[in-house]
């Protein structure tokens, strides 16, 4: 079997302003840093009925002169991006998405535990310089950590950040990730890893990933749930790395754990 994977983040790995001044949680800089994965299983289906509903939606008078809706602005007449997306168009979304067979992983880091690394790093190696690449790279290969051995084959949807081409970088994440598997249990894999740098546009399976991503960011900093609820069903993991009440490697969130706001009560809110 051949697993479709389509890879995108939500929030930034930027902490530092000018002179190293931390602007974490501050506007326009996140306070969390999350990294998703949804598997889907027929990625060519899911891609056709995202076209045909985007071409509904314009073809609907209703919309008709919405700024968004209009090609020259490049938002939702090219590609779903649910920032962007009217909220009556988001429902209808979230709607065709829990109606395909969808599994979602997804890794969480809250910036201020990073900066805590960083600044205790400087102390202990003279010379080191944060990059958001190194937090990206780490989120990966945790978020991979046991996806990676079971099938026969992995294509690996990333969607492009900037105009860097990090495909080497994150195929030698991936091959990192199963090595450490492999040398943990002693499960050697074989299966053949694809990457493939792609924009939301030209992958319908990258536009709902986002979608999954931006209802886990609204519940990290905002503390809104309603969303993060009607997709819980089509989520298997999420893995939030610095939830350390209770265990050092943090605190996993499944169908039989759900991540709510009570699980989050003693956790200090997000902006």
């Avoid at 997306?85 to 535990?113: G, I, N, T, Y």
Wanted: aromatic share 14%; charged share 25%; with cysteine.
């Amino acid at each position: 079997m051949i697993r479709n994977y389509f890879v995108d983040e939500a929030g930034d790995g930027t902490l530092f302003a000018e002179r190293g001044r931390v602007i974490v949680g501050t506007q326009g800089c996140s306070r969390y840093f999350i990294l998703g994965m949804l598997d889907v299983i027929n990625p060519g289906e899911l891609n056709t009925q995202i076209n045909v509903l985007r071409a509904d939606l314009l073809a609907d008078s209703y919309f008709q002169n919405v700024p968004s809706m209009q090609p020259a602005y490049k938002k939702t007449a090219l590609a779903f991006h649910a920032k962007d997306d009217l909220p009556e168009v988001r429902r209808e979304v979230f709607s065709l998405l829990m109606q395909h067979q969808l599994r979602f992983f997804a890794v969480v880091r809250d910036k201020l535990k990073v900066v805590a690394y960083v600044h205790q790093r400087n102390v202990n190696q003279v010379g080191y310089r944060y990059h958001p690449n190194e937090l990206y790279d780490y989120m990966v290969r945790r978020l991979f950590k046991n996806l990676l051995h079971k099938e026969d084959g992995y294509n690996i949807y990333f969607s492009k950040r900037g105009k860097e081409d990090r495909t080497a970088a994150l195929i030698q994440a991936l091959n990192k990730t199963r090595q450490r598997f492999a040398e943990d249990w002693g499960i050697q894999s074989s299966a053949i890893i694809n990457v493939y740098p792609h924009t939301p546009l030209a992958q319908g399976g990258l536009q709902a990933v986002d979608y999954f991503l931006w209802a886990l960011q609204r519940f990290y900093e905002r503390r809104e749930d309603r969303y993060l609820n009607y997709i819980w069903p089509a989520i298997r993991l999420v893995h939030d790395l610095d939830d350390t009440r209770n265990y050092p490697y943090g605190r996993y969130y499944t169908q039989k754990r759900p991540l709510t706001l009570a699980a989050l009560e003693d956790k200090t809110p997000g902006i």
